[in-house]
C-alpha cells in the first residue's frame, strides 16, 4: 500500500516539475538560456536545408527524370535559400553572441533582456510560418497568393526578431562593459559579434522596409514590384552574398579567439586583427544599394576602373578581411606554444571553407566569367553556410565548459569537424566545376560535363553532412548533460 502511494506521489510530483522546467525555460531573462534557444532552434533549420541539399542533388542525376513536380522545385530552392541565411546563419550568431558575450564583458545580465527573448520569439514564429507557407506553395515565385503573403509576413516577423536580439547585444557591448575595460580590448569574439550586430541592425532594416513596399504591392495591386516572382529581384540581396558575409562574422572572430589560446599568448598584431574583423563588415555597403556590384572588363581604362573600384570594395574587401584574419590566427600560433585544442580544428576548417565561398563569390561577380544563373552561386552559399556550422560545432565545445559545464571528448570534435570538411568540399567544389549547370532546373538540362558524376558527388556530400550534424546533436546532448566535468577555464588551464 505505501509503495503504490510513494508511486503516485512521485508521478504527480514529476508532471508539475516538468511543466515548471517548461515554463522557466519559455519565460527565461537567463541570456545563457535565450542564445541556446537560438542554437537550439537553427539546428533544426540545419537538418532541414541539408536535407533538401540532398534531395535536389538526388533530382539532378539524371536530367530527364522527375521526382518533384515543377512547383515543388521551385519551393525546394526557396527554402534552400532562404534557410542557409534566415534559419541558420543569423540564428547561430546571435545565439552564440547572446550566451557569452555578456560574460566575456563582464557583464551581469544581457542589456534588455527581454528584448532578445522577444527577438527570439519573433524569429521562431516568423520561421514557422516561412516554412508553412512554403509548403504550402508559397514564397518566392509560389502559386498560392495567400501563401506569399503569408511568406512575406514571416520573414517580416522574423527580421523584427533578430533586429531586436541584435539591439539588445549591440546595447550590451556599448553599456555593460566592466569598468576599465574598453571596446578595443574585449574579448575578439565580442568584438566580432558587437561588428556583426551592427551590420546587422544597419542593414536588415533596409531589407523590412523593401519588403514591406513588396508585401504591400503584392497585396494588394502587383503593379510596381513584380509579384511573387519579384520577391528574389527585390529582396534577394538579404538572402545571398555579400549579405550572408555579415553574418559569419562572429565565426571568424572564434578562430582570432581561439588561435592565441590555443599558443597560450596573447595575440601578436592585436589592432591588426581588429581590422581584420573590420573589413569583413565592409560587406553591409554593397548589400544596402540592392546591387550586384559586377567586374566588366571592356571599354577604355576609366571604364575598367570605374567597374573595378566598387567590384573590389565591395567583394574582395570582406575577402581580405578574412584572409587577415587567418594570418594572424597562424602567427600567433607559431610564436605561441604549438599546442592543439580541440575546438580549433572544426574552427579553421570552418573559416577555411566560409572564405572559399567568399572568393567563389568575388569569381562569380566577374562578368567575363559567365557564371550568373549556374550552380556556382549555390556551391558559394554552400561553403559558407556548412563553414558556419563547423565554427559553430567549434564553439559549442570551445563555450560547453563555460555554459554547461561539461566538456565534449576531444576526439569527437576533431573527428566531425575532419569528416564535416570532407562533407562540405564534397557537397561544394562539383559545382564549382560544373559552371554549366543552370542552378534553377533540375530537369530536363544537358551540358558537356560529366553530369550524373558531380551531382551524385554533391548529393553525397550532403548526405555526409546530415550524418555529420545528428552525430553532433547527439554526442552534444549527451556530452554536455552527462559527460566529463569541467571548470570554465579548462582550455586555459590544459
Known sequence: MNTVNSTATSGNASAPSALGTVANWITTTDHKKIGRLFVGASALWMLIIVGVGVALGIERIASNSAIFNSNSVTQLFAILRTGATFGVLLPLALGFGIAVVPTQVGSKSLSFVRLAMFGFYAWLIGSGLVIGSIIANGGPGGGNSQMVDMYLMGVGVGLVGVIAASVSLVTTVLTSR????????????????????????????VLLGSLIYVAVDHHYGRLVFGGNDGIDMWLGWGF?????FLYVIPAIGLLAELAPVAARIRQPLRGAMLVGVGLVSTAMFGTVTQTSHMFVWGGTLSDKLKSAIPYAWFNL?????????????LLAIQKGKKRLIAPLVPTFLGVGMIVVGMAGNAVQMIDSAKLSGSVFEEAAVTYIAYGAMLCAWGAISYFGPALWGRKIPDSSVIGIGALGLFATVLAAFPYYLAKDQVASEVSDFDYSGPRAAFNTAVSLGHVLMLFCLLSAIAISIKSLSSGEIVNADVWSDQ
Request: charged share 5%; no cysteine.
Open 178 to 205: 566592466r569598468t576599465g575595460l574598453s571596446l578595443l580590448e574585449i574579448p575578439m569574439f565580442s568584438w566580432s559579434v558587437f561588428v556583426a550586430a551592427i551590420s546587422i541592425v544597419l542593414t536588415l532594416p
Open 240 to 244: 545571398s552574398q555579400p549579405q550572408t
Open 317 to 329: 574587401l570582406p575577402v581580405l578581411g578574412v584572409v587577415i584574419v587567418i594570418l594572424l590566427s
